[in-house]
Nanobody, 123 residues
């Protein structure tokens, strides 16, 4: 059974930083693209960032490009999202997603999902 567990969310002020982590089990982590999505209240879930199997390629939405950074540690089955210069509009429930091995890193299709970690940015 595939499990994805996110951590690292919290309440911060505008301009602060947070690092989200997502650890997986029951999944061939090192062979699959990974990514982050988010969903704000009243809005659809949206893509944030994704990373290729080896970590050699990364992709970002325009709204976070230059502020967020995705990385992975295949030895730890963990993917990270470093979020800098946070803005109130970044407030959302952030989900970790994993794809099946044959899928592309971008556009990302999430086949497995975590439960989400809340990020709240106050102005």
């Amino acid at each position: 059974q595939v499990q994805l567990v996110e951590s690292g969310g919290g309440l911060v002020q505008a301009g602060d930083s947070l690092r989200l982590s997502c650890t997986t089990s029951g999944h061939t982590f090192s062979t699959a693209p990974m990514g982050w999505f988010r969903q704000a209240p009243g809005k659809d879930r949206e893509f944030v960032a994704s990373i290729s199997r080896t970590g050699g390629s990364t992709y970002y939405s325009d709204s976070v490009k230059g502020r967020f950074s995705i990385s992975r540690d295949n030895a730890k089955n963990t993917v990270y999202l470093q979020m800098n210069s946070l803005k109130p509009e970044d407030t959302a429930l952030y989900y970790c997603a994993a794809s099946r091995s044959y899928r592309r890193s971008y556009p990302m299709t999430g086949d497995y999902w975590g439960q989400g970690t809340q990020v709240t940015v106050s102005s």
